[in-house]
C-alpha cells in the first residue's frame, strides 16, 4: 500500500503516481482523482474526498506494475484545472509484492 500527505487546496482536482525502475524516465503508474459526495442528500456534491494519507492504495494495480520489480514511486498534485504541480514528491522504493485473494494460494493476475 502506498498513502502520503494531502494536500489542502480548493484547487486540488487528485493525484498522479508516477513510478520507473533503474533511473529510467517516470512514467504515469496511476491517476486518483477526487471524488464528490452529496452526503445530506440535497443535489449538491459538496464533500470531497482525495486519495492519499487517508486512503492508501494498493500498488499491485497501478499500470506496468510487476510483482518482484524494484521501483521508485512519487506523486505530483494536479489541480481543477489539469496542472501538475512542478516537483515531485519525496520518493519512495518498493519491490511489488505479489497480490493474494484471500483463501487463495496463487497470486491475482
Known amino acids: 500500500m502506498v498513502a502520503w500527505d494531502g494536500v489542502e487546496s480548493d484547487m486540488l482536482a487528485g493525484y498522479r503516481v508516477?513510478?520507473?525502475v533503474?533511473?529510467?524516465?517516470?512514467v504515469l503508474a496511476a491517476t486518483l482523482p477526487c471524488e464528490w459526495a452529496d452526503l445530506d442528500e440535497d443535489?449538491?456534491?459538496?464533500?470531497?474526498?482525495?486519495?492519499?494519507a487517508s486512503f492508501a492504495v494498493p500498488i499491485q494495480r497501478f499500470?506496468?506494475?510487476n510483482p518482484g520489480t524494484?521501483?521508485?514511486l512519487a506523486i505530483k498534485a494536479v489541480?481543477?484545472?489539469?496542472?501538475e504541480s512542478l516537483l515531485y514528491s519525496n520518493p519512495i522504493y518498493i519491490c511489488?509484492?505479489?497480490l493474494y485473494v484471500i483463501g487463495s494460494r496463487a497470486p491475482y493476475n
Open 63 to 65: 499500470n506496468g506494475i
Open 22 to 26: 533503474g533511473g529510467q524516465p517516470m
Open 96 to 98: 511489488a509484492p505479489p
Open 79 to 83: 489541480d481543477l484545472l489539469d496542472r
Open 43 to 52: 443535489g449538491v456534491f459538496e464533500t470531497r474526498n482525495c486519495r492519499g
Open 70 to 72: 524494484s521501483y521508485e
Open 18 to 20: 508516477y513510478s520507473r
